[in-house]
C-alpha cells in the first residue's frame, strides 16, 4: 500500500489550502485515513481523520477551520484548510490504517504560512 499526497504550498495567514492524499495497492479496507503534522522542533501531531464509517476527528487547534473528506471509491481523502494561521506552518503526513492493521505514511507535503 503507497499513499501520494500533494497539495502543500506557501500562503499568506487568513488563506486556504487543499491537500490530497490517495492509498493505491492491495486495501481490503481502511479503518480510518487521515493528516498528522510535524513542525519544526514539534512532535508530530494528529491534525484530522475520518474512520470507515464516515465519522471525523480534529484537533481542537484546527476545529472549525479545516474539514476533512473522503472518495471511498478512489481511497481518497482530502484536508481543506482555510482560515490558516502561521502555527499550522508544518510538514503534513497523510496516514492510513487498514482493517488488517497495517498502516502507513505518506511522504509528507510542506505547508507554509506566512504572517
Known amino acids: 500500500v503507497q499513499l501520494q499526497a500533494s497539495g502543500g504550498g506557501l500562503v499568506q495567514a487568513g488563506g486556504s489550502l487543499r491537500l490530497s492524499c490517495a492509498a493505491s495497492?492491495?486495501?481490503?479496507?481502511?479503518?480510518?485515513m487521515g493528516w498528522y503534522r510535524q513542525a519544526p522542533g514539534k512532535q508530530r501531531e494528529p491534525v484530522a481523520s475520518?474512520?470507515?464509517?464516515?465519522?471525523?476527528n480534529y484537533a481542537d487547534s484546527v476545529k472549525g477551520r479545516f474539514t476533512i473528506s473522503r472518495d471511498i471509491t478512489k481511497n481518497t481523502v482530502w484536508l481543506q484548510m482555510n482560515s490558516l494561521k502561521p502555527e499550522d506552518t508544518a510538514v503534513y503526513y497523510c496516514?492510513?490504517?487498514?482493517?488488517?492493521?497495517?498502516?502507513?505514511w505518506g511522504q509528507g507535503t510542506l505547508v507554509t504560512v506566512s504572517s
Open positions: 496516514h492510513v490504517r487498514l482493517v488488517t492493521k497495517f498502516e502507513t
Open positions: 495497492g492491495s486495501i481490503f479496507g481502511i479503518s480510518v
Open positions: 475520518i474512520i470507515g464509517g464516515g465519522g471525523t
